[in-house]
């Protein structure tokens, strides 16, 4: 699903956008780093998602990935479920430069398994999954 083309863009581009949505539909973006692909139908990120992501995350395990080129704006949208969320550091307090007031942060390890990948981009297309 996910062929080599798409391995190297995603490991040249390294940023995404993800989309969650709580029980109700309402949605949220995030912005994630630290992304990589571990098989060709998985995605992995390890970055600092707010809790509003997480706790969509809880409610509802589908999520849309946007990773775009920042000077075309074409790329590849990856459909699928959070199969996988793992704590992997937290910042509370220690390096307060950092940290936003309130909250602790945590970076999460996130795993999902992709059931489509599209071509992301604002020129005509079809929404129709590549391969």
């Not at 709580?22 to 098989?39: F, K, Q, W």
């Not at 706790?55 to 990773?67: C, S, T, Y």
């Not at 390096?95 to 398994?113: D, H, K, N, S, T």
Request: glycine share 8%; net charge negative; hydrophobic share 45%.
């Amino acid at each position: 699903m996910i062929n080599e083309e798409i391995r190297q863009f995603v490991d040249r581009v390294g940023h995404a956008f993800v989309a969650t949505a709580d029980a109700t539909g309402n949605p949220h973006l995030a912005a994630g780093r630290g992304i990589s692909i571990l098989e060709p139908d998985r995605l992995v990120f390890e970055s600092w998602f707010c809790q509003t992501s997480l706790k969509n995350l809880k409610e509802n395990e589908k999520v849309a990935v946007a990773i775009a080129d920042p000077v075309t704006g074409n790329g590849f949208q990856f459909l699928g479920r959070v199969e996988k969320t793992v704590d992997t550091a937290v910042l509370d307090g220690y390096a307060p430069e950092l940290e936003p007031a309130g909250l602790p942060q945590v970076q999460w390890r996130l795993e999902i398994r992709v059931e489509k990948v599209m071509a992301f981009t604002a020129d005509a297309h079809s929404d129709r999954p590549l391969g």
